[in-house]
């Protein structure tokens, strides 16, 4: 399992993110504050196998299209064209907060129970594992959690009939070596959003030929199911962090680009436009967190 935490000040807005990568799922925990989410900008990996995100709102707000606005808790199992690859035809969502706090639990079909998609509503959760959400959101705030909070977590899931209990017996007993030398290298760019960390950076860091690293960047690709290329990936992961910089009610276009590790205004307009995303200032107008 390998686990990294990002913390980020920007303008009067913050984000805290905690990262779980593991064979069959992958988790995503998110602390926004005076930040908007909107899945229409969602941007999509160009590969990757499907799956099922669950969505999990522990505090703050829910909105699907332009219906009433739900609040927390609430749990929802998204479709791969509602949050992962999203087209004009998706049913879209909007979710903020004072704070906004979210947990993504991303995992194959096979390991879903019960209905899938918007369409079906939120899905009922006992309050016991609701206080373990929270507990487990709590604990990612504070620190980086450790593997045993993440297997309860799940396990809990599993009780309360969300996800298939076998999934736990997924989760490798220990990391090889290739992939722990890589991951401590990529773990502070994550800290610190280097969203433009390039190969050759990782490289001169690494001590390895760029023929291992490349090698071993491929089967963490493949053995953590994430799709595409390392160019690929951080490619979206800078596109997400400028969308929700965005949506910061202090920040500009000009300023955002910098944050998100885009070389000016412009580059960071080509990056939308091939993302099929309409131009920063439309999406900033559109997402701009106003209490």
């Known amino acids: 399992m390998l686990i990294a935490t990002s913390d980020r000040l920007f303008e009067s807005s913050r984000v805290h993110s905690t990262l779980v990568l593991e064979r069959r799922f992958r988790v995503h925990v998110l602390h926004r504050e005076q930040l908007l989410f909107d899945s229409r900008f969602s941007?999509?990996?160009?590969?990757?196998?499907?799956?099922?995100?669950?969505?999990?709102?522990?505090?703050?707000?829910?909105?699907?299209?332009?219906?009433?606005?739900?609040?927390?808790?609430?749990?929802?199992?998204?479709?791969?064209?509602?949050?992962?690859?999203?087209?004009?035809?998706?049913?879209?969502?909007?979710?903020?907060?004072?704070?906004?706090?979210?947990?993504?639990?991303?995992?194959?079909?096979?390991?879903?129970?019960?209905?899938?998609?918007?369409?079906?509503?939120?899905?009922?959760?006992?309050?016991?594992?609701?206080?373990?959400?929270?507990?487990?959101?709590?604990?990612?705030?504070?620190?980086?959690?450790?593997?045993?909070?993440?297997?309860?977590?799940?396990?809990?899931?599993?009780?309360?009939?969300?996800?298939?209990?076998?999934?736990?017996?997924?989760?490798?007993?220990?990391?090889?070596?290739?992939?722990?030398?890589?991951?401590?290298?990529?773990?502070?760019?994550?800290?610190s959003h280097a969203t433009n960390g390039s190969i050759l950076q990782i490289k001169r860091a690494t001590g390895l030929s760029l023929r291992q690293l490349t090698r071993d960047l491929a089967r963490m690709t493949r053995a953590f199911g994430l799709g595409g290329s390392f160019r690929d990936t951080t490619r979206v992961l800078r596109l997400r962090a400028a969308i929700v910089l965005l949506s910061a009610p202090g920040g500009t276009a000009t300023v955002v680009a910098t944050q998100a590790g885009y070389k000016s205004i412009d580059a960071m307009g080509r990056a939308f436009r091939d993302a099929g995303l309409p131009p920063p200032s439309v999406v900033q107008e559109a997402i701009r967190y106003r209490p």
Request: proline share 8%; net charge negative; aromatic share 8%.
């Open 43 to 191: 941007p999509s990996a160009r590969k990757g196998a499907g799956g099922v995100t669950l969505y999990f709102v522990v505090a703050g707000e829910f909105q699907l299209g332009d219906r009433p606005v739900m609040h927390a808790p609430l749990a929802f199992a998204l479709a791969e064209d509602e949050f992962e690859r999203v087209v004009p035809a998706s049913t879209t969502f909007r979710s903020w907060g004072a704070p906004s706090i979210t947990i993504e639990l991303r995992l194959a079909d096979r390991d879903v129970r019960g209905p899938i998609g918007l369409a079906a509503g939120p899905r009922p959760l006992a309050d016991r594992t609701w206080a373990r959400c929270r507990a487990f959101s709590d604990a990612c705030a504070a620190a980086e959690p450790d593997e045993q909070l993440v297997r309860t977590w799940l396990t809990d899931l599993g009780d309360d009939g969300l996800i298939d209990p076998e999934l736990l017996t997924s989760i490798a007993a220990a990391e090889p070596e290739a992939f722990t030398r890589v991951w401590a290298k990529l773990r502070p760019l994550y800290a």
